[in-house]
């Protein structure tokens, strides 16, 4: 049956029901939910409005929820229900198909300044890997009648991530409030997920992300001192690390201070107890040199406990005091990864005045 809307106000025991009133438009209520997303019940960074599709119409608003996915919001309007649902379908099927880049030039376009640094002032973190992954289509209307009802509900019998919320809009005595009601759950799985393939940003082939965690077991002014970075405890924490090519650029940072230097790996990982490192143009034994922690030296060690160490050329590097960290920046709980956010390659690469082009 339509989605129907009612509230009561109590009067010692009498209840009085608010009187149904009607919103100026909805373009009104576009407006409302622009400023205000989380209307919606749900915490979203609104990434485009009225935005244009290559067929010429145009999306009402466009949103983005903390793990990265994009959510369709359109206003049902004045059209007729197999219209709205037509429409929202046909953007969806456009939406899913944006990759990262696109989906950040949209984003950008729309909120004037950096993607990556509105999303962490709305989320507490930056944007994940993955943008893009799954696609949630909203219809929005003020009144929603049966055959919409069971459109939409056929549809997500397939699969099909779609839903339709419905806005009353009541006053009493002079006070106005909205009242919402979703056509189902948005937490009420479909029959399938509706899941689709991730967007990454295409990776450069050269830069990696590593983190270097401060602790009694290394320390960043013996790897800044000697050119290195380690990590180790366990193969979760070493693994990662073990995989970087000789070559790679890597972006260094440590945790809770942020990016401190930037270099190029010279030899492969190898445990702490035998590993070379380049001092002074000569490849010295990381156990002989005076090291402020202990990286596991002195102790029995394994290939499974053991730290790792992958000697570096640093084109640029900073003590802890100078560490560099602006919201947006990249950060990451694996040793080292993949570096493919542009954001990051090139506020980094600025701070510490490198060439991007040669990494010199």
Not at 202 to 212: L, P
């Amino acid at each position: 049956m339509p989605v129907e809307m009612g509230m009561w106000r109590i009067d010692g025991d009498a209840p009085r029901r608010l009187t149904t009133a009607t919103l100026p438009s909805e373009a009104a209520l576009e407006e409302y939910l622009e400023r205000d997303p989380s209307l919606l019940g749900q915490r979203l960074l609104i990434v485009g409005r009225q935005v244009r599709t290559p067929h010429g119409t145009y999306i009402d608003l466009l949103g983005m929820d903390s793990d990265g996915n994009l959510s369709v919001l359109e206003l049902k309007r004045d059209k007729t229900p197999r219209e709205v649902v037509a429409q929202i379908l046909d953007y969806g099927s456009w939406v899913s198909r944006l990759d990262r880049g696109e989906v950040t030039d949209i984003a950008e376009s729309y909120l004037g300044r950096p993607f990556e640094v509105a999303f962490e002032e709305v989320f507490g973190a930056p944007p994940p890997d993955d943008l893009n992954s799954e696609l949630s289509l909203t219809i929005v209307a003020t009144d929603l009648d049966a055959s919409s009802e069971r459109i939409v509900t056929y549809l997500r019998s397939f699969g099909v991530p779609i839903n339709a919320l419905f806005f009353s809009h009541l006053e009493d005595e002079g006070r106005h409030y909205l009242a919402r009601s979703w056509l189902r759950a948005p937490d009420e799985a479909s029959s399938t997920t509706g899941r689709s393939t991730g967007k990454r940003a295409d990776w450069n082939g050269r830069d990696w992300f590593v983190s270097f965690g401060e602790g009694p077991s290394r320390a960043w002014q013996d790897g800044r001192r000697y050119g290195f970075v380690s990590a180790g405890g366990g193969a979760f924490y070493s693994g990662t690390l073990r995989g970087l090519p000789v070559g790679a650029r890597i972006f260094t940072h440590v945790p809770k201070q942020g990016y401190v230097g930037v270099g190029v790996t010279i030899g492969e990982a190898r445990r702490a107890d035998e590993v070379t490192v380049l001092v002074d143009d000569v490849w010295t034994p990381l156990r002989s040199l005076e090291l402020s922690a202990g990286y596991g030296l002195g102790e029995t060690q394994t290939d499974e406990n053991a730290e790792w160490v992958v000697p570096v050329r640093w084109l640029a590097s900073r003590p802890l005091t100078e560490a560099y960290w602006e919201k947006g920046l990249f950060a990451n709980q694996n040793s080292a990864c993949k570096l493919r956010q542009a954001f990051t390659i090139d506020r980094v690469t600025a701070h510490f005045q490198l060439d991007d082009d040669t990494g010199d």
